[in-house]
């Protein structure tokens, strides 16, 4: 981990006037407080002169009409017009409400926050619970997964955390059964099975020591677990059991579709049922 | 009811227990040398068979595997059984998310690794009919069948190679481990196809055979898949545990393979396929898998795979000409499969050659797929023993090959 410059400079709300556009409006300022960022509030749909001045309304209401943020008002079909703007509006982080659970069919067919969490080029922020007097995230769990794109994941981890006066962060690693599997499917002893899955493992359990080794994390409580299973699955039941605030993921490698849902693997997991908050971490300037 | 005599009974039991001891013996010899257990288990069986000790002392060879009409029956339903968990098993080392997830280097060898092979075993074995010895007289289905042999890889013996080489985590790790997958399920769904066609001339069109597979494929994948992984924890809170997933998982495998065997599919397709659903559960361990794979592959594998030498005369069946003529199509199309997949996917000249060599491996699943081609009578024995010395040549070869391809280059090179 080099350098501990803000990841977020701008910062994008995807605002849809319903019941929790409020208390988004609040995280969202708060969240500009943490993070010294821009704003840029979105809004795709007719653009009324109700709306209109309710927005303005809102936004004078929680102190975010400053000049340097931005409203756009865009009409066309929302996921593909809010990732239009959020890529020509050179957005970071892009902050969605979102339902912990969709039903089936929307779960399929992919509901506007989803679906942007799955195409989306920058980082996004799903806050299933958004609150009016935000509370900040004391408990982060960050995906320690052996993956080109983690280390970045947890030097955002950390330094959110580090902002938010967060108390415990814990990293994990999951082992994944399809690769570990194998090494038992052929003809090894027990003890020969054992170490060549621990020569694997240890290769892995030192580039994360590293990365934390080299992260300014001050008195943040870090804590590291190993678990089998699924990636994916594993970090999202172990964030529901431990009632994590925050759940920090990779962002895919490449755009999820229908297929993906149908047959889920890794993000698609905590989607599928969100255990908490999610930041889904993109890098910078990254496909 | 019929049953078994005293002595009949007694010359199974015999059989079993001398088959599954002799097998592990051979199997550990061989290991030694490091060579795959399956590659010694089939060894023990063409030596104690009818083409070596059996020719000499056809009374040992009578006692190991049993002569007696009703016992060797019976020995050949547990034999058939033996396939069917095999089949499973190897359904469930299956990775649908890491098919789904490859990227670009990975699908192009997947697809060419596939592609190439199979239309090279295909148009070879169409126009050089003649040229392989007496095999089914349903010309199109014998060279789909030759095509399909060549497209199959041997996870398995390839995984093992990887990590032998310290190459499980490197880019071309994951590149072959993700083509091998896929070139596995595309392989036996197209095997089930061909076996459903030669039985679907009795009973229904091939259009009806080919609709059957792709929707049972469909059905189990999603529908069966999704209902199997909600119902793991309740049965995981209400069983004994891992101990009821082998009899759910095994039982529910039997099932699959009695439903495409009613539907006039081959038995293995619905072991394999259900397999996969199993396999893919986030609630399945890998303590729960390896409970499977232990039980099957110590008891059942050595079993099937040591018959095979009963069953075939190897040296009686021996043809140079059509082992040849397979070795160098095993050889060709799966390595420039393999090769032009990678080189197309961005990797360079010897990692791509190298690439082409592991997919190369065959193993065990070559050796069930021409047992399965061999008892239907899709081909004949000679083409069968060139099959299974190819299995274990390319198995054999892969591991050096891929050593000496990429000697000098550290993982970190390779990452």
Redesign the interface.
Known sequence: MTEQISPFSRVALAIAFSPRCEALLAEVKFLQEKFDCKLVFIHVGNKTLQEEQYLKHLLHRFGLDKPENEVIWREGEPVETIIEICQSAQVDLLVAGALEKESLINYVLGGVSRQLSRKIKCSMLLLTEPNIHPKGFNHLVVEGT?HPKTENTIATAVLWARNYNSKSLDIIQE?D???????????LKEHEAGE?KKE?LS?EDQKLKEIIRCSDCGNLAIHTERI???PG?VISKYAREKEADLLVINSP??PLNL??R?????ME?ALGNLPCNLLIVHPKGGE | MQVLSHYENLSLILSIGLLIIAARMF?EFF?KFKM??VVGELIAGIILGPSLVGNYAPGISEILYTHNTNASIALSGIINISIIMLLF?AGM?L????I??Q?KAALSTSVLSLIIPLGLGFVTAYYGYEYYGRNSTDKVAFSLFMGTAMAISA???I??TL?DLNL??TKIGSII?TAAMFNDLIGWVLFSMIMGMLKGSANHSVLLTLLYTVAYAILM??VVRILINKSLPWAEKNFTWPGGFLSLSLGLAFLGAAFTEFIGLHAIFGAFIIGITIG?S?H???KM??IV?QFV?NIFAPLFFISIGFKVNFLDHFNLQITIIILVLAFVGKIFGGYFGAKIGGLGNKESLAIGFGMNARGAMEIILATLALQANLIGEEVFVAIVIMAVITSIVAGPMMNWLLKGKTTADLT
């Open positions: 052996d082992n059964l399809s690769k570990i599997a194998l090494i038992r499917s052929e003809e060549r694997i290769e089998e299973g699924k699955y490698d490449k297929l993906d149908v047959f889920p693997h890794d997991y | 199997g290991r795959p257990l098993v080392e990775n649908l998310s890491l789904r997830q990227g996870l398995p013996v995984a093992r990590i499980f985590k481990i994948l999603t893919d986030v399945v361990t890998e898998k390896d794979n592959t």
